[in-house]
């Protein structure tokens, strides 16, 4: 698994979205790329979408447009962010033990447990 891969895998765009403050009503946002009163931006669970001004694209396009960083250094500070490690010298990248994201998923089946 590539970087780009395992953070794509592991973070959503709502997850970008909440740890890096930007306000978040319904799943929509004010556009990073055009200034606008009423939020235009969906987020998915994969991706985003502006109905504004049509731009898409997944968490790196998010994260390097926010920061005004390349996709490489917004899969890096993504990685970084959120406890995704991985090894730079042979290009192996996986989700660490106590990653934010693994972390989250584990409360989320131990509940999903104690309801049943």
Partial sequence: MNLFEAVKE????R????YYGID???????CLFHD?????MKLYDDHFYCFGCSKHGD????VGELFEISPKEAAEKIAHD???S????????KPSKDSVI???RHAKSEKRKNAE
């Fill in 10 to 13: 592991n973070v959503s765009p």
């Fill in 15 to 18: 997850q970008v979205a909440d």
């Fill in 24 to 30: 978040v009503r319904n799943d929509m946002v004010s």
């Fill in 36 to 40: 606008e009163r009423t939020p235009s």
């Fill in 59 to 62: 968490v790196t396009d998010m």
């Fill in 82 to 84: 959120f406890g995704i």
């Fill in 86 to 93: 991985y090894d730079k010298q042979y290009g192996e990248y």
């Fill in 102 to 104: 693994a972390v989250a």
